[in-house]
Nanobody, 124 residues
Framework: QVQLVESGGGLVQAGGSLRLSCAAS????????MGWFRQAPGKEREFVAA????????YYADSVKGRFTISRDNAKNTVYLQMNSLKPEDTAVYYC?????????????????WGQGTQVTVSS
């Protein structure tokens, strides 16, 4: 079993920055592919960013390229999402996800574990 706990969400003004963290339980974090997704009210959950087990490969949705950065610290069992130049359309609940024993990035919803989500609200 793997537990994922997101933190760092909140209310920011457009143009501001926020860093989300996702702490994972388990002893095999270095073997997890990790990702971030988001879901706005009335909309489907959408892919935001993904990172490979060793952090060497990252992918981003076009909507966040150049503004968001995903990273990980395997020694701390934590993945991060640095969000800059935030826009009102970034408002959503953000979820981190993990797929065990995976040595590629995972861009789909095919993850084994999901966090509870953290709310990000961007005001204009």
């Amino acid at each position: 079993q793997v537990q994922l706990v997101e933190s760092g969400g909140g209310l920011v003004q457009a143009g501001g920055s926020l860093r989300l963290s996702c702490a994972a339980s388990g002893r095999t974090f270095s073997s997890y592919a990790m990702g971030w997704f988001r879901q706005a009210p009335g909309k489907e959950r959408e892919f935001v960013a993904a990172i490979s087990w060793n952090g060497r490969t990252t992918y981003y949705a076009d909507s966040v390229k150049g503004r968001f950065t995903i990273s990980r610290d395997n020694a701390k069992n934590t993945v991060y999402l640095q969000m800059n130049s935030l826009k009102p359309e970034d408002t959503a609940v953000y979820y981190c996800a993990a797929k065990q024993w995976t040595y590629t990035v995972v861009l789909s919803h095919d993850y084994d574990y999901w966090g509870q989500g953290t709310q990000v609200t961007v005001s204009s």
